[in-house]
């Protein structure tokens, strides 16, 4: 599985996150270039970035108590709003640079506290490595489901005490944060509905990683939207067919369930700081999440 998610996600940037009065994506795309990224990149990646802006928003960083532990998270909401709908968002390997506090940024214009917590921060910090296969071993190898899930569970409290309503809880994730998409739309029975980018359906059971979506699908608390690339050379299709099948044979809310797989799309395709952004696909999937959460009750 690890080195699945390390050919999927070979080609990212490490960005540091931008703040309002702070670095631009343009920016930070050169301080990665000038850690050793090829600067054939840079037109690319300046091409297809989405820079949301945040005016009438109530942004920033947040720290969530977990049994003691202070875990830093980035927050979006509609500036002075409170009983709000909450979205989870779901990093990648990559953790919380500037493209998922964007999303934030995106989900809060929807009307959404948006919430993306640190999930590998006790392992190490995603965004200090400049090597892939570093990042892979020393921190996200090492990250326990039990403890995002017990994390999850702690946003999802923080959310109820900061404006947010909990009884309209949804989840959505990228990569890494996508495979998680499943696995807490089944842990956590608050759950109206997840989104899950091409996060990976199978896998090895391993004690830090013990059960993956393929083996929980029957078990939902919310249907999921899976949106998925037809080009993913890292999630071969027999495995959706595999998760459907599973899907099938589930509850109610397993049965509800859906994907939409794009066919020339590769993996990483909503990514918009990478090459492998795809604009119509992208487009399409964030509309498909909106309605989706619209109507299984996250809005």
């Known amino acids: 599985m690890l080195r699945d998610d390390l050919n999927n996600d070979v080609h990212a940037l490490l960005l540091g996150r931008a703040t309002e009065a702070g670095a631009t994506r343009r920016t930070a795309l050169k301080v990665a270039l000038g850690a050793g990224y090829a600067a054939a990149v840079l037109p690319v990646m300046a091409q297809t970035a989405i820079n949301t802006p945040v005016a009438g928003l109530s942004v920033g960083e947040v720290t969530i108590d977990v049994n003691g532990f202070k875990m830093p ?54 965004q200090g490595y400049s090597e892939m296969a570093k990042l892979m071993s020393e921190v996200i190898a090492k990250v326990p489901d039990a403890q995002v899930m017990g994390d999850l569970d702690a946003t999802v409290q923080w959310a109820a005490a900061h404006g947010g309503d909990v009884s309209r809880l949804g989840v959505t994730g990228f990569c890494w944060g996508g ?32 059960q993956h979506p393929l083996d929980i699908a029957g ?38 369930s859906q994907f939409v797989v794009y066919p020339d799309a590769p993996h990483a395709f909503h990514a918009d700081y990478r090459p492998s952004y795809r604009k119509e696909p992208a487009e399409d999937g964030w509309k498909r999440m909106l309605a989706w959460f619209k109507q299984h009750g996250v809005a």
Do not use: C
């Not at 002075?80 to 640079?97: A, C, D, Q, R, W």
């Not at 939902?220 to 690339?229: E, I, K, N, R, T």
């Not at 998760?243 to 109610?252: D, E, Q, S, Y």
């Open 219 to 256: 078990k939902l608390a919310g249907p999921v939207l899976g949106l998925y690339g037809g080009a993913d050379t890292g999630i071969p299709l027999d495995t959706i067919d595999k998760m459907k099948t599973a899907l099938a044979a589930g509850n109610a809310a397993a049965q509800a």
């Open 73 to 126: 998270a980035y927050r979006s909401a509609p500036l002075g709003k409170t009983n709000l709908p909450v979205v989870l968002v779901l990093s990648e390997i990559f953790g919380v640079h500037d493209y998922i506090a964007d999303i934030t940024h995106r989900l809060a214009h929807a009307g959404y506290l948006a919430i993306a917590p640190e999930l590998f921060i006790r392992q190490g910090n995603a």
């Open 179 to 210: 495979r998680q998409v499943w696995d807490y739309t089944a842990y956590n029975p608050k759950i109206k509905a997840g989104v899950a980018w091409y996060g990976r359906l199978v896998g090895a059971s391993t004690p830090l990683t013990p």
